[in-house]
Each structure stands twice: as C-alpha cells, then as structure tokens.
C-alpha cells in the first residue's frame, strides 16, 4: 500500500493558526451573544436568548464546516 505524503506545517505557523482559530471561536461563541443578550434593544430577554442560542449554534456549525474545510485542503 502506498502511503501518501505527509503534509507538515512549521511550528510559528501552527502557533499562529491556533491564536487565530481560538480569538475567532470566542468571539463569535462568547463574546457575540453576550452582546445580543445584555445590549440589543426592541426584544425582550426571551426573544434576545433565543436569537443567541440561534446564533452559538449557527456560528459553531459554521466553524466547523470552515476548520474541516481548512483541513481538507492541508492548510492546518
């Protein structure tokens, strides 16, 4: 069976792409809907979790279909 060729990366840029990875999930896992539950106006607390919990669920599908496809293509 032929093995196929390993793709490495260097260590700065592993660093790096896990510093980036890691602010983008808080972001957009935390710090986002923390935003639309304590500051959005014109919805009561209920309307504002339940546009959160949309959005935390959104944003972490959307996360891992972007870190899947980054792998796919060898890029982490």
Do not use: C, H, Y
């Amino acid at each position: 069976m032929a093995r196929e060729p390993v793709a490495t990366i260097s260590w700065p840029r592993a660093v790096a792409t896990t510093v980036i990875v890691a602010l983008l999930g808080v972001g957009l896992l935390v710090v986002a809907p923390n935003l639309i539950v304590t500051r959005l106006g014109g919805l009561d607390r209920g309307q504002r979790v339940g546009l959160a919990t949309i959005w935390f669920f959104g944003m972490l599908a959307a996360l891992a279909w972007l870190l899947r496809r980054l792998q796919a293509r060898k890029r982490i």
